[in-house]
């Protein structure tokens, strides 16, 4: 019997703690689907996600992460255009400047109240649930 599963990956939402504001790092991806992410992708056989959270980080930012805590596993079927995923979305400070590496054309580093409108993937409800808990100190409440 074959059994298809979802693909694991790790999205990171990367805090610039040597910043006012604590602003966070998104890249601008070069490959479809098009447009603003969190730094992440998929977790390889045999690795960890935590692992994989540090290896995306480095591979797409250029930044070494401390990793603070795990955050939400986001799994809507259609999040991701390209197959069924689900992320395991983690936070974590970084210092010093980002550069676009990898899948990332560019980068932005963004204050929580300017992010860009045209994000991929499920990433702008991940970052408004980030938001809410940023600023309300509660995590959201899951969807069902």
Known sequence: MTYKNPAPTVDIIIELSDRPHRPIVLIDRLNLPHGWALPGGFVDYGESVEAAAKREAEEEVGLGV????????YSDPARDPRQHTLS????????????????????????LWQLPTNLCFDHDRILQDYCYYRRYGFRPRLYV
């Open 66 to 73: 401390q990793l603070v805590e795990q955050f939400q596993v």
């Open 88 to 111: 395991i979305v983690l936070i974590a400070i970084a210092q010093g400047d980002p550069k676009a590496g990898d899948d990332a054309q560019n980068l932005g580093i963004f204050d």
